[in-house]
């Protein structure tokens, strides 16, 4: 073997590298430490990341914003009552005809921001060491089926204004469905909750990347959105869609729930990454 190198390295004289003293560094040390030190990989794209990371926290607040101001933009804070007669169910859309229609559009939009969310929520839970991939994913895939949650009200909400030359009985079913998806959709929330929750609770670190009690607090405020589970089974009182369980405390509840978990998602990016473990 020794002779073949030998022999290799005579045949090869002519090759610039062959001449080469072995303890100077060859051509793919040279590649390799020139990349090390390349802006790229220094922190160049670093920060550029850390700014999508921040953008894809405050997604989900933008979305929440974009589902609830359909409510002013469409003259329906408060909610119409579920108590109206047809006539006066389709005179309420004709007077609100346009606002409904910008309304809507905006309802839409949570559908682009919600899913980043998600996905800006599974970034910084990675950061606990251990984390359960399944959390994680249990927490992507709620979160997405939230996004369509939330979408749908408005497809119903277009049906409603298509056509309100219609027979007024047919609007009204028609408003009925919309309200009915618009409060009760949110048991996807709930599975997206257990699983933030579970993520935030097994980070057994003397200091948490999240403090446990946001987990508890987050799972507390959970529990105002299941009156809402009633609001197909009344026409009027505080369980209705518009009433003040079936509707208010779920609406404060969810927004305070996400408006806690941005902040300290918020706080938790300006944490570093924890360190590989060794194999």
Request: proline residues 8%; charged residues 10%; neutral net charge.
């Amino acid at each position: 073997m020794i002779a073949l190198i030998r022999l290799t390295t005579s045949n090869n004289a002519d090759l610039p590298f062959a001449s080469l003293p072995y303890n100077q560094p060859n051509l793919y040390q040279m590649v390799a430490e020139s990349q090390a030190s390349s802006p790229a990989r220094t922190g160049g794209l670093k920060q550029r990341h850390d700014t999508l990371d921040k953008l894809a926290i405050l997604c989900g607040p933008i979305a929440q914003f974009l589902f609830f101001i359909f409510l002013p933009a469409s003259m329906q804070l408060p909610p119409i009552s579920p108590s109206f007669t047809p006539e006066v169910t389709a005179a309420h859309y004709r007077r609100n005809e346009t606002g409904m229609k910008g309304g809507i559009c905006l309802m839409l939009m949570t559908g682009a921001f919600w899913p980043i969310f998600c996905a800006g929520v599974n970034r910084q839970l990675s950061k606990i060491p251990g984390i359960s991939q399944t959390a994680l994913w249990g927490q992507l895939g709620s979160g997405v089926l939230g996004s369509i949650s939330m979408m749908i009200p408005s497809y119903f909400f277009s049906a409603v204004i298509y056509r309100l030359d219609r027979d007024p009985i047919l609007t009204q079913m028609l408003s009925d469905l919309a309200w009915f998806v618009y409060a009760m959709g949110f048991p996807v929330f709930m599975g997206q909750d257990l699983m933030v929750s579970y993520a935030i609770l097994s980070d057994k670190r003397p200091e948490p990347l999240i403090p446990h009690w946001v987990a508890w607090a987050m799972s507390g405020l959970t529990l105002t959105l299941y009156p809402a589970l009633g609001v197909h089974c009344v026409k009027s009182g505080a369980v209705a869609w518009n009433g003040a369980l079936g509707f208010w405390l779920g609406a404060v509840g969810f927004g305070g729930q996400v408006g806690l978990l941005v902040f300290f998602l918020m706080k938790a990016h300006a944490k570093p990454d924890p360190e590989p473990e060794p194999y």
